[in-house]
């Protein structure tokens, strides 16, 4: 089984910074892309920010330019940097990656910006 386990959300203020983990299990040979995405109270969730191997990285309009996307492979960690938060990024972040067709999820972490 590959387990995803996310850190590091919390209370921000606007502006602020933070920055998310997500320890994964699955081995680096197997996965083909790798990302955070988010759910707000009654929204659908949406990606953030997804790396594929060998790919380019994406990033949502909303968050380009202000969070930041990396991994640490010999760690078998992946991190999202979050800078000049906003209150509408408030969310439920997940981790995600995809090994082969299967999609694995963490269990999230609580992100609240709020003054």
């Known amino acids: 089984q590959v387990q995803l386990v996310e850190s590091g959300g919390g209370l921000v203020q606007p502006g602020g910074s933070l920055r998310l983990s997500c320890a994964a299990s699955?081995?680096?040979?197997?996965?083909?892309?790798m990302g955070w995405y988010r759910q707000a109270p009654g929204k659908e969730r949406e990606m953030v920010a997804v790396?594929?191997?060998?790919?380019?990285?994406s990033y949502a309009n909303s968050v380009r330019g202000r969070f930041t996307i990396s991994r640490d492979s010999a760690k078998g960690t992946l991190y999202l940097q979050m800078n000049s938060v906003k209150p509408e990024d408030t969310a439920v972040y997940y981790c995600?990656?995809?090994?082969?067709?299967?999609?694995?999820w963490g269990q999230g972490t609580q992100v609240t910006v709020s003054s």
């Open positions: 995600y990656g995809a090994a082969g067709s299967t999609q694995y």
């Open positions: 699955v081995s680096i040979s197997s996965v083909r892309a």
């Open positions: 790396i594929p191997w060998g790919g380019v990285t």
